[in-house]
């Protein structure tokens, strides 16, 4: 039986839904009934897995393009073309260095499988623009210290839009939207002509590590590129913060009735280790592990000073300042999150103590769940979508069944060339 964590009461939409859920899902009866509430779709379709309702549900049209859309994919990495521009977005590890330098170099977020050859392409083709949000720019400078290509990239060839504004570059209308799953993310929305394509990049329709989740677009595309990393039907992530953050709050709830009140948690240090101290803090501020100090360390406490200096007036996550370690040892009632790997002195300290305990890369989820990126894929209002970065037959088959044109992204550069599809 698993012990029950205090979190926080929902609020707003989420408060009534609830009602309905278990697991963090909604069944289609009670999805139904919400409908007839008058709750939004786009509120409610996030929390629906069941095939069958989806079966139900019409997807919403728009125009198909005008202009000939080359589109071609490697992993993460997307290359747009279309007569007189050629935009590459997020040049990951496996993005290659074209043989015609790109108009414009876009980046969604700062994560490496999106940035690991940002470098490379700037340094290659000098007089193609580099653009960002604000704080995807903040979290690169903090890898750029050791790294020149990627500090001058930066330094000299970057243009920094804030999220919602809209900029005219390159023969390209370009406008950021913010996209959830971390600080400073962005879904990319290009325009050329009378052509508007929207990019995902990562992104979450919920809250993650304090981040808001990406709101929902009062706009029709053309076409919809949507990031399907790792999703799978009927698994966590789910569109309920508290379902997916639960089992990891009765892990850390197990360790403390062992005796163990020294923990270290060892994880990615820019959007992991924000969403399990959000998890905990969450958890605090409704009651649950009264005595327990919750500490950042290493990367992962330079990345939450970030956290904290843009949510601490929005988000109760970061509204009043974080406990740090102070010192190479930890304290007794302590969690620590760290960037830190097992084979560290953290680590080597816990295991000369008995009521230590060190955790490597615990359950936790930052990108869209199922029916967030199903909801997405159905309600924006599109002529087509297309799968890139991953892939998923549920979600591939769910959205055929119902009529909505998609497409899987070759990961290793196929062409898609939309008016041929058509």
């Known amino acids: 039986m698993t012990t029950p964590i205090a979190y926080p009461a929902p609020t707003g939409s989420l408060r009534d839904i609830r009602l309905y859920m278990q697991n963090g899902c ?54 747009l073309q279309v007569p007189g521009v050629d935009i590459w977005i997020d040049p990951g590890p496996e993005a290659p260095i074209p043989a015609q ?18 470098g490379d392409f700037s340094t290659a083709f000098p007089s193609a623009r580099v653009v960002m949000s604000d704080n995807t720019y903040g979290l690169l400078s903090l890898q750029a210290q050791s790294d020149v290509q990627l500090r001058r990239c930066l330094e000299e060839r970057t243009v920094r839009i804030e999220l ?22 962005a879904m990319i929305d290009v325009e050329v002509g009378d052509d508007a394509i929207l990019v995902t990049g990562d992104f979450a329709l919920r809250d993650v590590g304090g981040v808001p989740g990406a709101p929902w677009p009062e706009k029709r595309y053309s076409l919809v590129l949507i990031e399907a990393t790792s999703v799978h039907r009927g698994a966590l992530p789910v569109a309920d913060p508290q379902a997916n953050r639960m089992p990891f709050l009765q ?15 060892t994880t990615q240090a820019m959007g992991q280790a924000q969403e399990l101290y959000a998890a905990l803090v969450l958890s605090q501020q409704a009651g649950a592990f009264p005595d ?19 949510l601490k007036e929005s988000s109760r996550v970061w509204h009043c300042p974080f406990y740090t370690l102070e010192a190479d040892r930890i304290p007794p009632q302590s969690v620590v999150i760290s960037s830190e790997d097992e084979d560290s002195g953290l680590a080597q300290s816990l295991r000369e103590v008995p009521d230590g305990e060190c955790v490597t890369d615990p359950a936790v989820y930052t990108h869209a769940g199922w029916g967030e990126r199903m909801t997405w894929a159905v309600g924006v209002p599109s002529h087509a979508v297309g799968l890139y970065a991953g892939y998923s037959s549920s979600l591939h088959t769910a959205l055929s069944d119902i009529g909505r044109k998609v497409r899987a992204l070759s990961q290793e550069g196929e062409e898609w060339l939309i008016n041929e599809d058509q």
């Open 26 to 79: 909604l069944s289609p009866r009670g999805a139904e009934i919400l409908l007839r509430q008058d709750t939004l779709w786009q509120i409610v379709a996030r929390h629906v897995q069941d095939p069958g309702w989806w079966r139900e549900q019409s997807p919403a049209v728009s125009h198909p393009p005008e202009l000939p859309w080359r589109i071609q994919s490697w992993d993460a990495a997307l290359r």
């Open 292 to 310: 327990l100090k919750v500490r950042l360390t290493r990367f992962a406490e330079v990345v939450s000073k970030r956290y904290y200096d843009a």
């Open 251 to 265: 892990e850390v709830s197990s360790w403390l009735e062992r005796g163990k009140t020294r923990i270290l948690v």
């Open 164 to 185: 919602g504004a809209q900029r005219v570059i390159e023969g390209a209308r370009l406008t950021l939207v913010p996209a959830g799953h971390l600080l400073g993310a």
């Open 101 to 118: 330098a790109p108009n414009l170099i876009i980046v969604t977020h700062a994560h490496y499988d999106h940035t690991a050859r940002l």
